[in-house]
């Protein structure tokens, strides 16, 4: 049986660190934070992922899998970290921080013939500097060591399905990497297969699938905005051009948010700054949607004195808790900057958000002059009528009739 420790406990190293367990191999699971372990070694998670938690009794009682403040010898090292962008003076770039004192920390306990598997979403070679990395800390020659980029494709929500039903694509920096990698990816398939290629081609693929989506968003939301001007409804004109065969846009919204969709086209950008500009003019057309929204709700409650708005959403997407890089809490924001109190509604998390007030549904609708609907939670979808009590912009089609 081999042993497999992952770096990295959160969204993504949680749920693989447990399906593999599940299949059979001996886990172990680090975080730097040790408020994470110990909340897992109690038996409860920190994340909000449906099935997670029973799984992961499962998996601790069955033996295979246990949780460690300390990084200790393995056969293969998981790389979950988190791979954020920072901007500085306008130059935005990878924050690969974490990714690096992950590869330091590996090449500490690394031995010969060790698998180390970056999960991390990262810009082109980053895979190649981990290696790198990890043979100056370590003192051994690339050769001794196989490394592989496997980028992570689930969805939260439905984490736990998605890793035993999407492909994978195995980027080995060796054939050997990409057939060990291969090979441990196929004991936890069921509907999903194993694409191999090389690193740099898994980096870029990962990349281009999230800014594909993020260029389609940018569509949307485009289409968003010239159906306002027209006065038709977005919702149902992209229902109808997605009945062409070959048409498939996405939905708009309020924005882009979440760690990926709304990061990784930064990571081509960055270092194709000349090449990138369909990417970057996408990008400015998502992130620009919370100003275009905070519009919208100044026209509405012009001439009113001192109007509550309410916003109902501040994670990222329907039904999660994950609230990085959310364009609900950006409204928010520049709702606050224009003056106006602002009420919210996140049924997943508790408390407030980043100076945002979080009440509760029938809180914010009673307490609101107008509300603006980010997110299509299952609670806003099962109380449209409260909803509806008062004026409102749908940035997510949530009140529409079917
Ligand atoms: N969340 C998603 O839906 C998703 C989907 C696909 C890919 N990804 C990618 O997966 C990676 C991880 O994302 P996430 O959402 O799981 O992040 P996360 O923030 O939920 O979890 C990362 C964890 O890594 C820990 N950590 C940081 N440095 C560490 C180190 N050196 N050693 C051990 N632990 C360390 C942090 O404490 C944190 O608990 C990112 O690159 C992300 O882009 C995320």
């Known amino acids: 049986m081999q042993k497999i420790t992952i770096l990295g406990l959160g969204y993504i190293g949680l749920p693989t660190a447990i399906t593999l367990a599940d299949v059979g191999f001996a886990v172990t699971g680090f975080d730097t934070n040790k408020e994470v372990v110990n909340i897992l070694n109690t038996g409860k998670i920190h994340i ?62 690394i031995r010969e013939g060790n698998l180390v598997i970056l999960e991390s979403t990262v810009p082109p070679r980053t895979t190649e500097q981990l290696a790198e990395i990890i043979a100056k800390e370590s003192g051994l020659s690339e050769d001794k060591f196989l490394v592989a980029h496997c980028p992570e494709r689930v969805i939260p929500g439905q984490m736990l399905r998605e890793l035993k039903n ?99 086209p930064w990571f081509i950008y960055e270092q194709f700054p000349e090449e990138a500009k369909l990417i970057y003019a996408a990008r400015l057309r998502n992130d620009s949607k919370p100003r275009y929204v905070a519009d919208r709700v100044e026209d509405a409650v012009s001439g009113k004195k001192k109007p509550v708005i309410g916003v109902l959403g501040l994670s990222y997407k329907p039904d999660v808790d994950d609230l990085r890089e959310s364009p609900s809490i950006e409204l928010c924001h ?43 939670h299952t609670l806003f979808k099962e109380n449209k009528a409260l909803i509806a009590t008062k004026p409102y912009y749908d940035c997510v089609g949530l009140m529409r009739k079917g």
Request: hydrophobic share 40%; charged share 25%; net charge negative.
């Open 48 to 109: 909000v992922e449906p099935g997670l938690a029973d799984a992961l009794r499962r998996a601790v009682s069955g033996g295979n899998l246990n949780f460690s403040y300390s990084l200790n010898e393995s056969d293969v090292f998981y790389i979950a970290v988190p791979t954020p962008f920072f901007t500085d003076k306008g130059r935005i770039s990878a924050d690969l921080s974490y990714v690096k004192s992950a590869g330091e920390m590996v090449a500490k306990v």
């Open 334 to 376: 520049e709702l606050q900057k224009r003056g106006f109190e602002v009420l919210a509604c996140e049924p997943f998390v508790q408390g407030d958000i980043s100076s945002v007030k979080n009440r509760t549904l029938s809180e914010v609708v009673s307490s609101s002059d107008f509300i603006v609907i980010t997110l299509a």
């Open 166 to 264: 999407n492909d994978r694509i195995v980027g080995g920096r060796s054939p050997e990497a990409g057939e060990m990698a291969k090979a441990i990816y196929e004991k936890v398939l069921e509907k999903g297969k194993v694409h191999l290629t090389n690193d740099l081609t898994a980096e870029m693929c990962k990349l281009t699938e999230n800014t594909f989506r993020d260029i389609n968003i940018a569509y949307a939301n485009e289409l968003s905005i010239i159906c306002d001007e027209l006065g038709i409804d977005v919702f149902e004109l992209i229902s109808l051009a997605n009945c062409h065969p070959r048409v498939n846009i996405l939905n708009p919204g309020v924005g882009v948010g979440g760690h990926c969709i709304a990061v990784d």
